[in-house]
């Protein structure tokens, strides 16, 4: 497992723009794949984004494409979350996640999270 830090989160008008951080004490996160989730207030966790640097692929959930945009590094130990065209609905509490045992269903590792509040 991987010890994960957000950073970036914070307060914004609708329509702003936010960019989350994801880092593991300097660990490369080339081998794994690497996600973006969010639990907004009353509601189940639900899956963001998340990026696949092995076989360089990214995914969205729908309500997210065409605004957010997950990305890494050069060096592959930050992996980040560009949101664009903020929502009052995109308010959550964001958290970063690492599958690094590909055998093993679902995300093994799990950050704190960062609070993203998005006003009217």
């Known amino acids: 497992q991987l010890q994960l830090v957000e950073s970036g989160g914070g307060l914004v008008q609708a329509g702003g723009s936010l960019r989350l951080s994801c880092t593991a004490s300097g660990r490369t996160f080339s081998r794994y794949v690497m996600g973006w989730f969010r639990r907004a207030p009353g509601k189940e966790r639900e899956f963001v984004a998340t990026?696949?640097?092995?076989?360089?692929?990214?995914s969205y959930a729908d309500s997210v494409k065409g605004r957010f945009t997950i990305s890494g590094d050069s060096t592959k130990t930050t992996v980040f979350l560009q949101m664009n065209s903020l929502k009052p609905e995109d308010t959550a509490v964001y958290y970063c996640?690492?599958?690094?045992?590909?055998?093993?269903?679902?995300?093994?590792?799990w950050g704190q999270g960062t609070q993203v509040t998005v006003s009217s």
């Open positions: 996640a690492a599958k690094t045992v590909m055998s093993v269903p679902g995300y093994d590792s």
């Open positions: 990026i696949a640097w092995g076989v360089g692929s990214t």
